[in-house]
Protein backbone atom coordinates (compact mmCIF):
# COMPACT_ATOMS: atom_id res chain seq x y z
CA UNK A 1 0.00 0.00 0.00
CA UNK A 2 1.72 3.43 -1.02
CA UNK A 3 2.43 5.89 1.86
CA UNK A 4 -0.15 8.70 2.21
CA UNK A 5 1.03 12.19 2.96
CA UNK A 6 -0.65 11.93 6.55
CA UNK A 7 1.50 8.83 7.22
CA UNK A 8 4.62 11.03 6.57
CA UNK A 9 3.35 13.84 9.04
CA UNK A 10 2.86 10.91 11.40
CA UNK A 11 6.50 10.20 10.99
CA UNK A 12 7.59 13.80 11.10
CA UNK A 13 5.50 14.54 14.66
CA UNK A 14 7.08 11.31 16.03
CA UNK A 15 10.96 12.27 14.92
CA UNK A 16 9.92 15.37 16.42
CA UNK A 17 8.02 14.27 19.77
CA UNK A 18 11.05 11.32 20.29
CA UNK A 19 14.22 11.62 18.42
CA UNK A 20 14.44 15.55 18.02
CA UNK A 21 15.64 17.78 21.00
CA UNK A 22 16.88 21.68 21.10
CA UNK A 23 19.05 22.84 23.33
CA UNK A 24 20.70 26.49 25.14
CA UNK A 25 23.94 24.62 25.22
CA UNK A 26 25.56 23.22 22.00
CA UNK A 27 25.85 19.26 22.46
CA UNK A 28 28.32 17.85 20.51
CA UNK A 29 27.30 15.03 17.69
CA UNK A 30 29.05 11.92 16.39
CA UNK A 31 30.84 13.79 13.66
CA UNK A 32 32.91 15.59 16.30
CA UNK A 33 30.94 19.11 16.13
CA UNK A 34 28.19 20.53 18.13
CA UNK A 35 24.98 21.93 17.13
CA UNK A 36 22.18 23.75 19.33
CA UNK A 37 19.51 20.54 18.40
CA UNK A 38 20.08 17.18 19.00
CA UNK A 39 18.98 13.95 16.87
CA UNK A 40 18.78 10.42 17.45
CA UNK A 41 16.37 8.62 15.37
CA UNK A 42 16.74 4.81 16.58
CA UNK A 43 13.60 5.61 18.52
CA UNK A 44 11.48 5.76 15.49
CA UNK A 45 13.44 3.23 13.08
CA UNK A 46 13.39 0.60 15.97
CA UNK A 47 9.82 1.24 15.82
CA UNK A 48 7.38 -1.01 13.54
CA UNK A 49 4.95 1.48 13.16
CA UNK A 50 7.50 4.34 11.94
CA UNK A 51 9.65 1.71 10.30
CA UNK A 52 6.91 0.77 7.71
CA UNK A 53 6.73 4.30 7.13
CA UNK A 54 10.16 4.76 6.07
CA UNK A 55 10.69 1.41 3.92
CA UNK A 56 7.79 2.90 2.25
CA UNK A 57 8.71 5.61 1.31
CA UNK A 58 12.85 5.17 0.85
CA UNK A 59 11.64 1.82 -1.41
CA UNK A 60 10.68 3.71 -4.41
CA UNK A 61 13.85 5.46 -5.38
CA UNK A 62 15.95 3.07 -4.12
CA UNK A 63 14.23 0.18 -6.65
CA UNK A 64 14.46 2.86 -9.18
CA UNK A 65 17.85 3.46 -9.16
CA UNK A 66 18.69 -0.73 -9.51
CA UNK A 67 20.59 -1.42 -6.17
CA UNK A 68 19.91 -5.10 -6.00
CA UNK A 69 21.28 -4.81 -2.01
CA UNK A 70 20.58 -2.44 0.34
CA UNK A 71 22.84 -1.65 3.54
CA UNK A 72 25.27 0.66 5.40
CA UNK A 73 27.22 1.15 8.56
CA UNK A 74 26.42 -0.35 11.68
CA UNK A 75 24.64 0.65 13.71
CA UNK A 76 22.53 3.25 11.75
CA UNK A 77 22.14 1.63 8.22
CA UNK A 78 20.46 -2.26 9.55
CA UNK A 79 16.78 -1.01 11.00
CA UNK A 80 16.72 1.65 7.80
CA UNK A 81 18.04 -1.31 5.32
CA UNK A 82 15.97 -4.36 6.84
CA UNK A 83 12.66 -1.37 6.48
CA UNK A 84 13.44 -1.13 2.54
CA UNK A 85 14.10 -4.93 2.52
CA UNK A 86 10.95 -5.61 3.86
CA UNK A 87 9.11 -2.74 2.04
CA UNK A 88 10.81 -4.08 -1.07
CA UNK A 89 9.86 -7.64 -1.15
CA UNK A 90 6.03 -6.41 -0.40
CA UNK A 91 6.36 -5.10 -3.63
CA UNK A 92 7.79 -8.34 -5.18
CA UNK A 93 11.10 -6.94 -5.02
CA UNK A 94 14.29 -8.82 -3.26
CA UNK A 95 17.03 -6.23 -1.76
CA UNK A 96 19.31 -8.25 0.93
CA UNK A 97 21.00 -6.27 3.51
CA UNK A 98 24.25 -5.58 3.82
CA UNK A 99 26.57 -4.19 6.82
CA UNK A 100 30.33 -2.85 7.38
CA UNK A 101 30.90 -2.38 10.43
CA UNK A 102 33.92 0.73 11.43
CA UNK A 103 36.17 -1.40 13.67
CA UNK A 104 37.12 -4.90 12.81
CA UNK A 105 35.84 -7.81 14.99
CA UNK A 106 38.61 -9.16 17.00
CA UNK A 107 36.68 -12.81 17.29
CA UNK A 108 35.29 -15.24 14.66
CA UNK A 109 35.75 -16.41 11.19
CA UNK A 110 38.22 -13.72 9.07
CA UNK A 111 35.88 -13.04 6.33
CA UNK A 112 33.07 -11.64 8.77
CA UNK A 113 35.65 -9.35 11.21
CA UNK A 114 34.16 -6.11 9.05
CA UNK A 115 31.63 -7.37 6.66
CA UNK A 116 27.55 -9.39 7.20
CA UNK A 117 25.97 -10.19 4.48
CA UNK A 118 22.76 -12.02 3.14
CA UNK A 119 22.68 -14.81 1.04
CA UNK A 120 22.85 -13.16 -2.56
CA UNK A 121 19.66 -14.51 -4.97
CA UNK A 122 22.40 -15.53 -7.57
CA UNK A 123 25.32 -17.29 -6.98
CA UNK A 124 28.73 -16.09 -5.02
CA UNK A 125 28.60 -12.87 -2.17
CA UNK A 126 26.03 -10.65 -1.95
CA UNK A 127 28.25 -7.69 -1.72
CA UNK A 128 31.17 -7.91 -4.85
CA UNK A 129 32.41 -6.17 -7.91
CA UNK A 130 29.36 -5.15 -10.11
CA UNK A 131 26.95 -5.35 -7.54
CA UNK A 132 24.53 -2.83 -7.64
CA UNK A 133 24.28 -1.00 -3.98
CA UNK A 134 21.89 1.40 -2.38
CA UNK A 135 23.86 3.06 1.22
CA UNK A 136 21.28 4.11 3.68
CA UNK A 137 21.93 5.37 6.88
CA UNK A 138 19.38 7.50 9.62
CA UNK A 139 20.67 11.19 9.44
CA UNK A 140 23.34 12.47 7.84
CA UNK A 141 25.28 15.30 8.99
CA UNK A 142 28.58 15.98 7.08
CA UNK A 143 28.27 12.14 5.98
CA UNK A 144 30.91 10.60 7.77
CA UNK A 145 29.14 7.29 8.47
CA UNK A 146 27.37 7.36 5.25
CA UNK A 147 30.69 7.90 3.39
CA UNK A 148 32.50 5.55 5.38
CA UNK A 149 29.81 2.99 4.21
CA UNK A 150 30.20 4.23 0.46
CA UNK A 151 34.02 3.97 0.46
CA UNK A 152 33.95 0.22 1.66
CA UNK A 153 31.12 -0.48 -1.08
CA UNK A 154 33.48 1.29 -3.58
CA UNK A 155 36.48 -0.12 -2.47
CA UNK A 156 34.41 -3.89 -3.13
CA UNK A 157 34.22 -2.41 -6.76
CA UNK A 158 30.35 -2.28 -6.09
CA UNK A 159 28.19 0.48 -8.03
CA UNK A 160 26.74 2.85 -5.65
CA UNK A 161 23.85 3.66 -7.19
CA UNK A 162 22.14 5.53 -4.25
CA UNK A 163 22.99 7.38 -1.10
CA UNK A 164 19.55 7.81 1.14
CA UNK A 165 18.83 9.18 4.18
CA UNK A 166 16.35 9.68 6.79
CA UNK A 167 17.25 13.13 8.14
CA UNK A 168 19.88 15.63 6.88
CA UNK A 169 20.98 17.90 9.17
CA UNK A 170 21.61 21.37 8.13
CA UNK A 171 25.19 20.76 7.83
CA UNK A 172 24.88 19.65 4.02
CA UNK A 173 25.76 16.34 4.26
CA UNK A 174 24.61 15.18 1.04
CA UNK A 175 26.90 17.86 -1.23
CA UNK A 176 29.55 15.80 -0.21
CA UNK A 177 28.08 12.76 -1.89
CA UNK A 178 26.86 14.92 -5.14
CA UNK A 179 30.44 16.38 -5.32
CA UNK A 180 31.99 12.68 -5.70
CA UNK A 181 28.91 12.26 -8.91
CA UNK A 182 27.16 9.85 -6.86
CA UNK A 183 23.14 10.53 -5.93
CA UNK A 184 21.89 11.52 -2.85
CA UNK A 185 18.26 11.53 -1.57
CA UNK A 186 16.39 12.10 1.82
CA UNK A 187 13.19 12.05 3.07
CA UNK A 188 13.21 15.25 5.74
CA UNK A 189 16.21 17.95 6.39
CA UNK A 190 16.68 20.41 9.06
CA UNK A 191 17.70 23.66 9.51
CA UNK A 192 19.75 25.46 11.65
CA UNK A 193 17.08 26.08 14.12
CA UNK A 194 16.45 22.21 14.12
CA UNK A 195 13.21 22.47 12.94
CA UNK A 196 12.50 19.90 10.71
CA UNK A 197 10.82 19.21 7.87
CA UNK A 198 9.77 17.72 4.59
CA UNK A 199 11.77 17.44 1.48
CA UNK A 200 10.27 18.85 -1.35
CA UNK A 201 10.15 15.55 -3.94
CA UNK A 202 8.76 13.44 -0.79
CA UNK A 203 6.36 15.98 -0.33
CA UNK A 204 5.03 15.87 -3.74
CA UNK A 205 4.98 12.16 -3.96
CA UNK A 206 2.67 12.04 -1.38
CA UNK A 207 0.39 14.43 -1.95
Same mark, same amino acid.
Given at each position: ???? %?????????????????? %? &????????????????????? @??????????????? #? @?????????????? *???????? *???????????????????????????????????????? &?? #???????? $???????????????? @?????? @??????????? $????? &???????????????????? %?????? %??? &????????
Amino acid at each position: MPTT %HDEVLTLKAAIEKHCLSV %H &ETPVKLNSGGYSNYYLDLKGV @ALHPRYARIIGQLMT #P @AIIESGAEAVGGLA *AGCIPIAD *AVSFAAYDSGVVLPTFFGRAEAKDHGRPDQAMLRQAVAED &EG #PLVRPGRK $VAIVEDAVTTGGAAMQ @ATEFAL @AAECDVALVMC $VVERH &EGGGEAFRARGLTFKRLFYT %HEDGSL %HVD &EAIDALTR
